[in-house]
């Protein structure tokens, strides 16, 4: 078998080196961050099961936690575009992933604030509530990007570092 | 209103057992052979565990049968731990081939991994590729599905394993020693704790208590049964409504230590000033499951619940509470007027 040197190998690279030339296995290539980014956001909205658009926007989120340096406002943008959705899960990974990025997506404070507002209308309606709301990760949210220690609208410092 | 007419069916669901099995994850250990990285040395134990993604998918051909799946892929030496959760998922994937030529069954895991601590960035100059082959005799993919373990060595000595890692300086190699997913999550004993962030109460016997778990710093779940209970009456002492209702919410902590649903509860009643007087309870038991994956009955925005984002059931799922931390038990209780 052949062994690749080079220090930094994709799948595409490394599966056909165990297999053979007899192999027609297929690697998927990885794709860079703007284009994973882009990938997810178009799946979540068009997904019509709710669980995959929960492991979708998961996945966008532990992608961002990754990737946040390397994207720019229009990726930005595409992500806090998910900010509407009707999934409040999906609403909460937008907003942490939003926090992950941290400063840089200032000019998403707005859409924050709005989905913050929402989320408020809706659980004004319960009569019991516990367990998460997309609150939880708003309000971290627009802590660390205004830089404040209590989010604007909010109603305590959260503690964002182990989470 | 909303939670009275959920009361009623809540009451009388009958539990269910609930599978628990975990995620579906492939285990093969290693030692160090000859190494250019600065930070392992040759004897250091590896351990490469990966675990399975939904979406596996068998295709098969007229000589052989291929399944393939994204998987996320971990390795440990040591203190030293590396993760594909920090590059892309999709960059690892382990592949089972089946060939009727030669009647052999090999597996391919091949992956991108970057250091797991978020201290540390993660840069083309610190990511990793990763390969590991096996190749065992006979049809380990009966019915073209993936197997849920790999091969037993012992039972098929076939081919050594072929191992390494490519990162800067040139490759590490691994010697193969064995197949054992028991070493990856070893449950440790662990005191759940919590702290308090606010507590709030207001009128009409309204209630509001947030809380944040501590991360327990081990992969595994909490779960959390609530118990609220409402009692009503008007002035003339007439029972307006009596009742019970009771679910499971959960909190997952992965292999890397993030929680996906974060670590914050809220537990909450808003009061009710159409009853003169009452009484509302609510009761929370929770305990840390060490490597136990999140039950399938636990949904998110669960309708029948109070748990909204985070996941929730209204079916028992039996853990053994043995098997967890010792019960956190919380009670907030109002009475009004």
Redesign the interface.
């Known amino acids: 078998m052949t062994k690749a040197r080079t220090y930094f190998l994709y799948l595409a690279l490394l599966v056909p080196a165990f297999l053979g030339p007899e192999s027609s296995t297929q690697a998927e290539p990885a794709l860079n961050p703007a284009d994973q980014i882009s990938s997810l956001v178009k799946q979540i909205q068009a997904q019509a099961l709710s669980s995959e658009r929960e492991k979708k926007a998961q996945h966008l989120a532990a992608t961002v936690r990754t990737t946040n340096a390397f994207l720019d406002d229009q990726m930005i943008d595409l992500i806090a575009s998910l900010l509407q959705n009707n999934d409040d899960i999906v609403r909460f990974n937008a907003a942490r992933s939003l926090r992950y990025i941290g400063p840089r997506a200032k000019h998403t404070v707005p859409q924050l604030e709005a989905a913050l507002n929402k989320i408020r209308r809706e659980l004004s309606t319960k009569q019991f509530w516990t367990g998460t709301s997309s609150e939880d990760e708003i309000c971290p949210a627009l802590q660390r990007i205004t830089g404040k220690e209590v989010g604007p609208g909010c109603n305590f410092s959260y503690r964002i570092d182990d989470q | 209103?909303?939670?009275r007419s959920r009361l009623t069916g809540g009451l009388l669901a009958l539990s269910t057992l609930v599978s628990m099995t975990r995620a579906q994850q492939y285990c093969v250990s290693g030692t160090v052979s000859q190494t250019h990285l600065s930070k392992l040395k040759p004897g250091d134990p590896i351990l490469f565990t990966a675990k399975v993604e939904?979406g596996t998918q068998c295709t098969s051909?007229a000589d052989?049968t291929?399944c393939?799946a994204i998987v996320l892929l971990e390795i440990q030496s040591g203190a030293r731990r590396w993760s594909s959760?920090?590059?892309?998922?999709?960059?690892a994937?382990v592949?089972f081939?089946f060939s009727a030529r030669d009647t052999t069954t090999?597996i391919?895991l091949?992956?991108?991994v970057?250091p797991a601590s978020p201290s540390e960035s993660?840069t083309?100059l610190n990511?990793?590729?990763?390969?590991l082959?096996l190749a065992y005799p006979g049809n380990h993919l009966v019915n073209g599905a993936l197997p849920p373990a790999l091969p037993s060595p012992t039972d098929h000595p076939f081919e050594p394993a072929?191992i390494?890692l490519?990162?800067?300086?040139?490759?590490t190699d691994i010697n193969y020693t064995g197949q054992d997913c028991a070493q990856q999550c070893q449950s440790r004993s662990i005191r759940l704790r919590y702290?308090l962030?606010?507590s709030d109460t207001a009128s009409h016997g309204a209630f509001n208590q947030?809380i944040?778990w501590?991360?327990p710093g081990q992969e595994g779940v909490i779960i959390q049964h609530?118990t609220?209970k409402?009692h009503e009456e008007d002035v003339d002492n007439t029972v307006l409504f009596d009742g019970i209702?009771e679910y499971w919410?959960a909190w997952s902590i992965l292999a890397d230590g993030?929680?996906?649903?974060?670590?914050?509860?809220?537990?909450?009643?808003?009061g009710?000033p159409n009853a003169a007087k009452g009484t509302?309870t609510?009761n929370?038991s929770a305990i840390f499951y060490p490597c136990q994956a999140l039950p399938s009955t636990f949904?998110?925005?669960n309708p029948d619940?109070?748990?909204?984002?985070?996941p929730?059931t209204t079916e028992d799922p039996h853990l053994p509470t043995k098997d967890g931390s010792a019960p956190v038990t919380r009670t907030l209780s109002s009475t009004w007027p």
Do not use: C
């Open positions: 209103m909303r939670f939904p051909a052989q291929t393939s959760a920090r590059v892309n998922n999709k960059a994937s592949q081939i090999r391919i091949g992956a991108v970057a993660a083309p990511m990793l590729g990763v390969h082959g072929s390494y490519a990162g800067p300086g040139g490759n702290n962030r606010s947030t944040q501590v991360n609530v609220i409402l209702k919410e993030t929680a996906p649903y974060g670590l914050l509860d809220h537990v909450g009643w808003r009710e509302a609510v929370t949904k998110v925005d619940t109070k748990a909204h984002s985070l929730s």
